[in-house]
């Protein structure tokens, strides 16, 4: 069983950046991928970026330019950074992991608002 441990979500004002962190219990390089994914009230859940093994990251449309997903598979952990955050990036953020099976965190609650 892998767990995914999300931080670094809070309450930010618009503009502001945040750092989220989702530790892995074991080791990151053995997954096909590794991304973020976030769900807003009434929303369906929506994939904000995605590091695989090989090939490029992906981010959607919406957050181009202002966040990065990284990754530091000493400490088997994944990153996304969030710049220039906006209202309507609230949502629940979730870390997801993808090898035979897919993995999710417990999700970490991010608000941007004044």
């Known amino acids: 069983q892998v767990q995914l441990v999300e931080s670094g979500g809070g309450l930010v004002q618009p503009g502001g950046s945040l750092r989220l962190s989702c530790a892995a219990s074991?080791?990151?390089?053995?997954?096909?991928?590794m991304g973020w994914y976030r769900q807003a009230p009434g929303k369906t859940r929506e994939l904000v970026a995605t590091?695989?093994?090989?090939?490029?990251?992906n981010y959607l449309d919406s957050v181009k330019g202002r966040f990065t997903i990284s990754r530091d598979n000493a400490k088997n952990t994944v990153y996304l950074q969030m710049n220039s955050l906006k209202p309507e990036d609230t949502a629940v953020y979730y870390c997801?992991?993808?090898?035979?099976?897919?993995?999710w965190g417990q999700g970490t609650q991010v608000t941007v608002s004044s």
């Open positions: 074991r080791s990151i390089a053995s997954f096909y991928a």
């Open positions: 590091m695989p093994i090989t090939g490029n990251t």
């Open positions: 997801n992991a993808q090898s035979q099976y897919i993995y």
